[in-house]
Structure formats: structure tokens, C-alpha cells
């Protein structure tokens, strides 16, 4: 596509020799300076010789870039062109959130300089005609309104975003359990609605670049979208669907109702919390499919509910899951999705068994000896909750009072609501003005995820609102003390453990 696309600049290269510009490669010292920084820091995933056939290539999926292939996703540049020494050096100072590519924000100006001259080498393409890459225009953006972004809206539609992104843009569209790499890998569309993921940027102006470079070697098309208004309101319409920032919560405040139903949910602000992948014990190495869970909590005077939303990019409703799964050590975990339907998308919500005593919490990855925890666990291709004991990822058995459990996927989105009795003889309880305790795990099927090869939270907690407490400054103010008394709580807690011991 490169070659095509560049036939003006290899004319104007051959027609005006004495004007050409000459590509930047660096002198033999800076490259050499380069090679001696890459192969300590970055030879690991990117391989010796800029292949990507290196130990990390086998469980990162996005994969290391692989050099040699001239094919790079964040540019400046029209699309099938090589990047600017810029977008190599954005790519390296910044690094890629939610994939395995690190930020390099320490390295000085001169060793990134280096590196991009030392990564110029893998490919031949860099030192030739098209090592001066034609670089995009990017106009000034009109300002926003609701109009533009209704128009954007449009655009999305007309221009079959939806095909991969999904109608809600996220990453749920029909094609995107089939979409490959040029690497051959599977690779999953953005998940719209979380901007801060983006990795060419989440500005206007970077949005704009993204679809109107694409990103080469990725399924993600350069458009040519006319007229240039339109092309500005399909980005007032990307940012729309997403928050700057992910704003992440510690706790989720359980509200006190009369009735447990969905209105009553949807009067209560969500927490949002980071899904990370399990990464301490065996089923360790692999990427998790989940990048997030949402949760509300409700009380009435004899029950409590918790519901959890979470995107995923297709339902898996066949096949099983469960938190006491063997992980199968022998059966490398290699990103390609798993189409035989063997796991369903699964959920966990983890409380200590019993109150605990002081700052002593059960460990976090499903309890341990000493202290046990209660799962309450939904395998999404059944109808039921299921209440589990764990004392340790390895020794999780069924048993513990009845769950309720609501399930049900739309649009790209999970929804699951447990309820259960409030106060269950020799279980977690929930009294008024409570702090209990609250870790999440979640299982997406596709990704072959199951057992202890799981995406997961450490822990945060539960507060237990007072009912009927009469405020003058509204309900915000309860959030704002729950904050303060987070804060003290976290403070108390450092100092016991860090101090004298
Ligand atoms: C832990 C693994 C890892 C390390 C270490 C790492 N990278 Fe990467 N790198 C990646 C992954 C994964 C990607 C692909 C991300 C994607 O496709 O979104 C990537 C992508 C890139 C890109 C591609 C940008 C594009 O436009 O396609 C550049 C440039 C890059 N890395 C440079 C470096 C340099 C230089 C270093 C060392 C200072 C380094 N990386 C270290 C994993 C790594
Ligand atoms: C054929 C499938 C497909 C279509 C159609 C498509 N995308 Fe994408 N898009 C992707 C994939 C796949 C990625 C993720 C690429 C990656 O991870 O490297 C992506 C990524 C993105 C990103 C995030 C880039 C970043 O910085 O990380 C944005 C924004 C985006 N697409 C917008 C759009 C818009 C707007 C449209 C319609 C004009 C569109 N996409 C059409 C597949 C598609």
C-alpha cells in the first residue's frame, strides 16, 4: 500500500535530487549509541534483530512490533507511509496504555534520538525515497455542540464504525470476534467509551489523525471522510461516549432503599474500578480481556445487592466457568481467541467470610488458610448464582447461602446483579455505616479464560450507608466524608503496618 500511495514523493525524490531532502539515519556513533540502549531495554519483546521473535512476543497481544515489517500504526503520515522520527519518538517517550509497550519517560532526548536511529535500521525502507514520509494536514477544529455531535453520530453509522466498534461503540461490532492483525494475530477494535486508552492520543486533533491515518497493519481503515465537517463531528461523537479521565473509586457506597429494582440502581452513581490481570500464581501470562468492572450497591432492611457492569466484546454463553477451575499450566495461554465455546464469560464478588478483625484482611487472591472468603460467583451461560468458600486459589469449594443472581448482555455491556440476605448467621454482614470489604474478578470466555487465569481487583470496600440521615448539603456531602474517612482509614492502616515493625 506504501509503495502506491508514495509514487508523488519517489517522482518528486527522482525529478529534484538537489532539493531532496535526505532521510535522518544518524551518524554510526548515534546508531551504535542506540543499538547498546536497545538490545538492554527493548530487544526482550522486540526482538534481537527488530523481528519480535523474542519471549515477549509470545503473550502480549497487541504483539511487540515487529521492525523489519516497515509497518507502523502511530503516525502523522498518510496512510502506507512510514512514520516521522516524531511519531517514533511520541511512540517510545509515551509508550501504549493497556498493551505491553512501556513509557520511557526517563531516557534523555539523545537516547531516544538514538533508539529511533537504531530502529530506522531494521527496515531498508527508512534510509530510501520513502524514509521522508508525507505527513498529514490537520485543520482547526470548529468548535463542538450538540448538533455536531448528532451529525458525528450519523457518520459513525454511514461509515460502518459499527461493524467493528459495535452501535455504542464498545468494541462489540459484529465483525470484531473475526478481526486479524498483519501479524496474524487476533486483534480486538477499541473500546470507544475509554478514551484514555487510545494510543495515538485521545485529543480531538489525535482522534481526527487516527481515522484519517489509520492504523497500519491493524484492521482500523484510513477514511477519507467529505466534507471536512463531517470528519469533526465523527470525532465530537468518538469523545462524546467516553470521560477525559477514568476516575477511578476505592469504594462503593451501598444505598439504602425501600426496593431493590433497576430504577433504584440507576439513582446510584456506578464506582469503577481497574481490572488487572492475575499475575502472582500460576494461569499468570496472559493478557486479560476486561479492562474495567463497574459496581452499585442497594440495601433494603433484609437484603443487599451488588450490580456489576462490565464491556466485553461477545457474549460467551457456552461452555462453563468456574473460580475452582484447574488453570493448565502445560496449555501456554497464546491470545488466539477461543472459538470452541469451552469457557463462558464468568464474575466474582469476594468478601471475607467474617468481618475482619482490624486491618487483617484474607489475602486477596481468594483467601487464604487462615481466613476464607465468600465468592459469589455467576457463570454467565447459566441462570443461578453459585456461593463459593475459598481459602487459596487452590482450595475454593461450593457451599454458603442461596445467591440471586440477573444477568444479561446488550450492546457490548455485561450487567449481573447478586442479591442476598443481609445478615446470614456466619457470613459477611452488612450493617449500617459498615466498611466491608470487596474484591472483583471477572472471566472473559473468548479469551480463554477460566479458573485462576482471570482478570481481578485487590481490595477496596463496601460502605453501608445510613438510611434516612436528614442532610442540609445534599447527598454529595456523604461521598465527600466517605472520601475523608477512606483517607484516615488508608493513613491508620499504613502507619500500623510500616511503622516499628
Ligand atoms: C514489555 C514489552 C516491550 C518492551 C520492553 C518494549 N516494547 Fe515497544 N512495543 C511493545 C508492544 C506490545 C507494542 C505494540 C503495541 C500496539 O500495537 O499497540 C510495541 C510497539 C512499539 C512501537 C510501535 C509504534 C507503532 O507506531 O507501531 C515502537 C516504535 C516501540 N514499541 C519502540 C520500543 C522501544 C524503542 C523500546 C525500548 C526502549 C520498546 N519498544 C520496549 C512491547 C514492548
Ligand atoms: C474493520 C474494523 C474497523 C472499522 C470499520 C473501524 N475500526 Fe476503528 N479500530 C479497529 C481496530 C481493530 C482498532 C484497534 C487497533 C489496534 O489495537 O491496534 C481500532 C481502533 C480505533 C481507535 C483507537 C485508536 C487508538 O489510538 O488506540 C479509534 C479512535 C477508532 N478505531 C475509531 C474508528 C472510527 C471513528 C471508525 C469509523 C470511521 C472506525 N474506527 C472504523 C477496527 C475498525
Redesign the pocket.
Known amino acids: 500500500m506504501r509503495r502506491a500511495l508514495s509514487m508523488a514523493a519517489v517522482l518528486a525524490f527522482a525529478a529534484s535530487p538537489a532539493l531532496a531532502q535526505e532521510p535522518a539515519l544518524g551518524t554510526q556513533a548515534q546508531r551504535d549509541a542506540g543499538k547498546v ?2 538490545e538492554a ?2 530487544a ?3 526482538g534481537l534483530n527488530g523481528d519480535a521473535d523474542a519471549v ?1 512476543a509470545a503473550y ?1 497481544r ?4 515487529d521492525f523489519t515489517s516497515s509497518t ?4 502523522t503520515t498518510m496512510s502506507g507511509e512510514l ?1 516521522s522520527d516524531d ?2 519518538r511520541r ?2 517517550r509515551e509508550g ?1 496504555p493497556t ?4 513509557p ?1 519517560p526517563t ?1 534523555s532526548r539523545a537516547d531516544v534520538d538514538n ?1 529511533v536511529y537504531y ?1 530506522k535500521t531494521f527496515a531498508d525502507d527508512f534510509s530510501g525515497p520513502f524514509g521522508i514520509p508525507e505527513m498529514i494536514e490537520i485543520p482547526k477544529a470548529p468548535s463542538v455542540s450538540a448538533e455536531t455531535i448528532a451529525r458525528g453520530r450519523e457518520v459513525f453509522v454511514e461509515n460502518q464504525c459499527v461493524d467493528c466498534h459495535g452501535n455504542g461503540g464498545r468494541g462489540s461490532g459484529k465483525s470484531a470476534p473475526t478481526l486479524t492483525d498483519q501479524w496474524d494475530y487476533h486483534i480486538r477494535p477499541a473500546d470507544l467509551t475509554k478514551r484514555w486508552t487510545f ?1 495515538n492520543g485521545s485529543t480531538r486533533e489525535d482522534i481526527y489523525r487516527t481515522f484519517n491515518t489509520g492504523l497500519d ?1 491493524s484492521p482500523m481503515p484510513a477514511y477519507e471522510i467529505e466534507p471536512i465537517e463531517d470528519r469533526w463531528a465523527l470525532v465530537d461523537y468518538v469523545v462524546s461516549l467516553s470521560a477525559d479521565e477514568p476516575n477511578y473509586a476505592t469504594a462503593v457506597v451501598a444505598t439504602p432503599v425501600t426496593e431493590i429494582n433497576d430504577a433504584a440502581f440507576e439513582a446510584t452513581p456506578p464506582s469503577l474500578f481497574a481490572i488487572v490481570g492475575q499475575v502472582v500464581e500460576p494461569g499468570r501470562a496472559f493478557y486479560p480481556g476486561i479492562s474495567a468492572i463497574e459496581a452499585r450497591a442497594l440495601v433494603t432492611a433484609d437484603q443487599v445487592a451488588v450490580q456489576l457492569r462490565w464491556n466485553d466484546m461477545i457474549a460467551d454463553t457456552r461452555g462453563m466457568n468456574g473460580p475452582d477451575l484447574p488453570v493448565d499450566e502445560t496449555e501456554r495461554w497464546i491470545g488466539a481467541p477461543d472459538t470452541s465455546g469451552t469457557f463462558s464469560d464468568a464474575v466474582a464478588i469476594q468478601f471475607p467470610t467474617e468481618t475482619p478483625e482490624g486491618v487483617e484482611m484474607p489475602y486477596f487472591m481468594f483467601g487464604d488458610r487462615k481466613s476464607s472468603v465468600d465468592l459469589w460467583f455467576a457463570d454467565l451461560a447459566g441462570p443461578t448464582g453459585q456461593h463459593y468458600i475459598g481459602n487459596g486459589s487452590g482450595n475454593v469449594r461450593a457451599g454458603g447461602p442461596a445467591l440471586g443472581l440477573r444477568a444479561a448482555y446488550d450492546d457490548g455491556m455485561w450487567t449481573a446483579t447478586f442479591t442476598r440476605d443481609r445478615n446470614v448467621e456466619g457470613h459477611i454482614g452488612f450493617d449500617e455505616g459498615a466498611f466491608v470489604p470487596v474484591a472483583f474478578s471477572v472471566w472473559d470466555g473468548f479469551n480463554a479464560e477460566s479458573g485462576n487465569r482471570r482478570g481481578l481487583t485487590s481490595w477496596y470496600y463496601v460502605y453501608v450507608d445510613v438510611a434516612e440521615k436528614p442532610s442540609p448539603v445534599g447527598p454529595m456531602a456523604g461521598y465527600g466524608f466517605l472520601t475523608l474517612l477512606l483517607g484516615v482509614g488508608i493513613t491508620a492502616f499504613m502507619r500500623r503496618k510500616y511503622s516499628g515493625a
Not at 497487541?62 to 512490533?65: E, I, L, M, S, T
Not at 507502523?72 to 503516525?75: L, S, V, Y
Open positions: 540502549l536497545y531495554k527493548c526482550h519483546c522486540h515477549g502480549l497487541p504483539a511487540p512490533r507502523f500504526k502511530f503516525r512514520p511519531d517514533i511512540s517510545i501504549m498493551t505491553g509497550m512501556p520511557w531516557l533508539l530502529i494510543r497493519g
